[in-house]
C-alpha cells in the first residue's frame, strides 16, 4: 500500500506477486481452502454474495450490460482474493511480525519522502514516479497517495501497538506525518476521513475505557473544529458561483455539480440506476460546466462519491444492499468490541469509517487500487485478531 506513492502500477504489480502467491498456497494447503469456504459460509460472506448477484440484475437495465457485469466481477473478484490473503495469513501467523515491521517502516519512508518533496525538492516526486530528475507540481502528484497514507493510520498504529517497544512510537507516528501531507496536498476528501477516523476511535475507546473521557473529547473537538477552520480560511478567498447547495469552501463548486449531474441521472432510473461504471459515459456527461473553467465537466471521469456512484449506476435495489451489508458488518465488530476490547476490532472500525467517509467525497468505488486498499488492509487486520472461535470471525 506504501508504494502507491509511485502511483499505480508498482503497487498493483506487487498485489498481484502476493496474490499469486497466496494462490499457490490455497491449492496446496487444507487449511486455507477450509477457512475460504468457512468465510463464503459466513453470515457476511452469504449478504455480499447478495449484493454481487443484485448488481448482476440491476446490469442488463445498464447502457453496456457486458462493461457493467465486467467492473462488478471484478470488484467481486478483488473480494474474493481478499479473502484468500485472511485466510493465507491466519495459517502463516509465524510471518505476521515481518509484515507488520514491513508496513510500518515502508509507510514512513514513503512519507518522509512525500514531505521532502513537498517541501523543498520537488524533483523527488518525480524520481519516485520514474519520470526523472523533473520540476513539477509534488502536492497534484502526490494527493491520492495521502488517500492512501489515511487508510495506513489505524493499520500501522495497530501494528505498532502489537509489537510493542520502539515499534509503538513508529507506528504512531504515521498520524502526524500523514496529516500534515493530506493538508499540504489539500485532500479536503482525506482530511474528511481524517476527521471521522478520530472521531470513531474516541467514542468506542470511551464507551469501553472510561478515564481521560473529557480531555480525549475536548482534544478531538479542537482537532475537528481545527480541521473546519483551516477548510475555511484555505477556500474563503475565492469569488461565489451562484447555484450552489452546500458553502464552496465546504464542497467545492464542482463537486457539487458532479453530484447534482449523477443525481439527475439516479432521478430518471431509480430502481435499476445506469449501469455500472456508465455514468461518465452518459450524454451530457462530458459537457463544459458553465461558469468554471474549461477543464471542469459535469462528470469527468466519476461521480466522486461512492452513494452518488452505486445510487446513479445501480438504483435503489443495487444500493441498499450495500448499506445494508456495510452496517451489518459494522454492527457484528462494534458488538465484538464492546464484548472483548479487542484492539484490532476497533482498528478495522476505524478503517472502515476513514475509508467511507472519505470515499464519499472523492474516487470512483470502482477504481482497483481503492478497493483494494481497504480490502486487503481489512484482511491483514482480521487475520492477526485471533479469535476464540472462528464463528467468532466477521
Excluded at 50 to 65: K, L, N, P, R
Excluded at 88 to 111: D, E, F, N, P, Y
Excluded at 226 to 252: K, N, Q, S, T
Amino acid at each position: 500500500m506504501p508504494l502507491r506513492i509511485s502511483g499505480v502500477a508498482l503497487e498493483q504489480g506487487a498485489l498481484a506477486l502476493a496474490l499469486v502467491g497466496c494462490l499457490f498456497v490455497f491449492f496446496t494447503t487444507k487449511n486455507v481452502r477450509d477457512l475460504v469456504k468457512f468465510a463464503m459460509a459466513s453470515p457476511v460472506g452469504y449478504a455480499s454474495v447478495f449484493v454481487f448477484v443484485i448488481w448482476c440484475v440491476t446490469a442488463f437495465f445498464s447502457i453496456d450490460v457486458l462493461g457493467s457485469l465486467k467492473i462488478g466481477g471484478r470488484t467481486a473478484l478483488f473480494l474474493l482474493l481478499s479473502v484468500l490473503v485472511w485466510a493465507v495469513l491466519i495459517c502463516h501467523t509465524g510471518r505476521h511480525q515481518l509484515l507488520w515491521k514491513t508496513l510500518i517502516i515502508s509507510s514512513l519512508a514513503c512519507a518522509t519522502m512525500a514531505l521532502i518533496a513537498m517541501n523543498g525538492f520537488s524533483e523527488l516526486a518525480s524520481i519516485i514516479k520514474g519520470n526523472g530528475f523533473l520540476r513539477n507540481s509534488p502536492y497534484v502528484i502526490l494527493k491520492p497517495f495521502s488517500a492512501s497514507l489515511l487508510c495506513l493510520i489505524p493499520v500501522v498504529a495497530w501494528c505498532g501497538r502489537n509489537l510493542g517497544g520502539c515499534w509503538r512510537w513508529f507506528g504512531y507516528a504515521l498520524a502526524p506525518l500523514a496529516l500534515v501531507i493530506i493538508v499540504q496536498t489539500s485532500n479536503r476528501a482525506a482530511l474528511a476521513g481524517y476527521i471521522v477516523m478520530a472521531f470513531t476511535g474516541v467514542v468506542l475507546v470511551s464507551i469501553t475505557n472510561r478515564q481521560h473521557v473529557k480531555a480525549i473529547f475536548s482534544a478531538t473537538a479542537a482537532g475537528i473544529s481545527a480541521g473546519f477552520a483551516w477548510l475555511y480560511f484555505h477556500e474563503i478567498g475565492r469569488p461565489p458561483i451562484e447555484g450552489m447547495y452546500l458553502p464552496e469552501w465546504l464542497i467545492d463548486p464542482h463537486r457539487q455539480q458532479i453530484w447534482k449531474f449523477a443525481f439527475h441521472r439516479f432521478l430518471e432510473k431509480p430502481w435499476f440506476g445506469n449501469g455500472i461504471d456508465q455514468l461518465n459515459k452518459l450524454p451530457g456527461a462530458n459537457l463544459h460546466v458553465p461558469g468554471l473553467d474549461a477543464s471542469a465537466a459535469f462528470i469527468p471521469s466519476h461521480p466522486h462519491s461512492w452513494v452518488m456512484e452505486i445510487l446513479a449506476e445501480t438504483g435503489v435495489v443495487g444500493f441498499l444492499p450495500v448499506v445494508f451489508t456495510l452496517g451489518f458488518l459494522a454492527i457484528r465488530l462494534i458488538k465484538r468490541y464492546l464484548k472483548d476490547g479487542n484492539d484490532g476490532d476497533l482498528t478495522l472500525l476505524i478503517l472502515m469509517s476513514g475509508f467511507w467517509a472519505s470515499a464519499l467525497f472523492n474516487f470512483s468505488i470502482w477504481a482497483v487500487w481503492w478497493q483494494l486498499t481497504f480490502f486487503v488492509l481489512f484482511a491483514i487486520i482480521a487475520s492477526a485478531r485471533n479469535p476464540k472461535t472462528l464463528s467468532e470471525t466477521p
